[in-house]
């Protein structure tokens, strides 16, 4: 089972980017699945969790009203959009396989002018 995220860059602040988690090796549409991100030296922090049938949100305080996560579970796959960023999102973002706990790779977002 893997997860491989995508769509990260240089963007300035005010922008928009849509991150994608693709999963392979589980059943994704059975799981809650979520976003993560982590800041240079800070500790990685949750952001974004939405439920299997994607019916159910939440998000970290600090990005509510400017994130949005989703998924096609056709598609195995999970989405981030994220409006209005600042430089303050300049991160690595990841999700992770729900059984083992894997890690993918992260795709790195960065906030700047």
């Known amino acids: 089972a893997q997860v491989v995220e995508s769509g990260g860059g240089l963007v300035q602040p005010g922008g928009s980017l849509r991150l994608s988690c693709v999963a392979s090796?589980?059943?994704?549409?059975?799981?809650?699945m979520n976003w993560y991100r982590q800041a240079p030296g800070k500790e990685r922090e949750l952001v974004a969790v939405?439920?299997?049938?994607?019916?159910?949100?939440n998000y970290a305080d600090s990005v509510k009203g400017r994130f949005t996560v989703s998924r096609d579970n056709a598609k195995n796959t999970m989405y981030l959009q994220m409006n209005n960023l600042r430089p303050e999102d300049t991160a690595m973002y990841y999700c992770?396989?729900?059984?083992?706990?894997?890690w993918g790779q992260g795709t790195q977002v960065t906030v700047s002018s």
């Open positions: 939405i439920s299997s049938a994607g019916s159910s949100t």
């Open positions: 090796g589980f059943t994704f549409s059975t799981y809650v």
């Open positions: 992770r396989v729900p059984l083992s706990g894997d």
